[in-house]
């Protein structure tokens, strides 16, 4: 499993490399490894690597990660990044350290309903659609304000930005991450100082993201190779 330390050394460094051009600090950015589909051994190497972020898009998944006795390190983090149903949130209510994808208000309120069992305040970020692909899930961009004021009246959940996936097509993604920017700006003077994190960027674009003021890259294939659905 060297490769994945000597990937994520290359990754961190790549980061830090786009932080100084963006006029950034790197650590105003913080990486989440992409691990779906990746089995746990390719986990605890990222771990022993120094990794502590790791985004999962399944619940069952994420869910046997978490009971693994092999990857129980106090100081991981692990990341909700796929669509969440309204019904598995309460798989994920006591595991999880940030849903990436809020795509409505009655998702926020389902989470509350299982956070406020183990008196949890679960952070959470609203999924946007900003290419306007059909095959994306998210808000569009005008309907933000409205469910981002609808979440910030649910109890035992705390919003906490926004996250996106860009286009396939890069000479797109630059206007897309601004735009995300500019939406983030919006909600943080709306709403005040607790409306911070923007996540977006992955392998392929990252650098982009980070110019464009993203506090969270998400990236899997740079750090573990393509996909295994070995789990």
Request: some cysteine; proline content about 4%; aromatic content about 6%.
């Amino acid at each position: 499993m060297n490769h994945i330390a000597e990937n994520l050394n290359q990754i961190r460094a790549e980061i830090a490399e786009a932080c100084i051009r963006a006029g950034r600090q790197p650590e105003e950015v913080k990486l989440i490894a992409v691990s779906k589909t990746k089995p746990a051994p390719d986990v605890k190497a990222a771990i022993d690597a120094g990794q502590t972020r790791f985004g999962e898009n399944y619940v069952q998944e994420l869910t046997e990660k978490w009971n693994n006795h092999e990857l129980a390190t106090p100081n991981i983090e692990w990341h909700f990044i796929g669509h969440l149903q309204s019904n598995k949130a309460k798989f994920i209510a006591e595991k999880i350290s940030l849903v990436h994808t809020v795509d409505k208000a009655s998702l926020a309120v389902e989470l509350s309903k299982h956070a406020a069992k183990p008196g949890r305040t679960i952070p959470v970020l609203l999924e946007v659609n900003i290419s306007g692909e059909d095959s994306k899930y998210g808000l569009r961009p005008a309907d933000v304000m409205r469910e981002a004021d609808a979440v910030m009246r649910v109890p035992n959940v705390e919003l906490k930005g926004l996250m996106t996936i860009a286009s396939p097509e890069r000479e797109k993604v630059k206007t897309q991450f601004h735009a995300m920017q500019k939406l983030l700006a919006e909600l943080h003077q709306h709403f005040g100082a607790g409306i911070t994190e923007l996540s977006m960027g992955m392998s392929g674009d990252f650098d982009l993201a980070i110019e464009s003021g993203a506090t969270y890259i998400r990236i899997g294939t740079a750090i573990f190779g393509a996909r295994s659905f070995n789990i």
